[in-house]
Nanobody
Framework: VQLQASGGGLVQAGGSLRLSCVASGSIVRINYMAWYRQAPGKQRELVARFLSGGGAITYGDSVKGRFTISRDGAWNTAYLQMNSLKPEDTATYFC???????????????WGQGTLVTVSS
């Protein structure tokens, strides 16, 4: 199972970016998909999480009202729409999914490679 994140880049403060995360491989069921971020010298923090059962969404306090997580109908792709970006949003953004492998029937925590978002002031 692989998670491929994309969409990062350099943007001015106040601008927008849309990140994508594509899940591929032998994953048969996803419990949730999420985005985390990690800035240099800081701990990784939750940005947003989308639960498959019931569709509950959780946002980190620092991004509420500015970021929106969504997904496609098949739960193969998660998106993070980031608006009104601030310099403090600069970080590497990681895609995360918790799902069951169709080959092993094991539930696993999967991580993508990260995509860098840089917001200039």
């Amino acid at each position: 199972v692989q998670l491929q994140a994309s969409g990062g880049g350099l943007v001015q403060a106040g601008g927008s970016l849309r990140l994508s995360c594509v899940a591929s491989g032998s994953i048969v069921r996803i419990n949730y998909m999420a985005w985390y971020r990690q800035a240099p010298g800081k701990q990784r923090e939750l940005v947003a999480r989308f639960l498959s059962g019931g569709g509950a969404i959780t946002y980190g306090d620092s991004v509420k009202g500015r970021f929106t997580i969504s997904r496609d109908g098949a739960w193969n792709t998660a998106y993070l729409q980031m608006n009104s970006l601030k310099p403090e949003d600069t970080a590497t953004y990681f895609c995360n999914a918790y799902g069951r492998d169709s080959l092993t029937a094991q539930w696993n925590d999967y991580w993508g490679q990260g995509t860098l978002v840089t917001v200039s002031s």
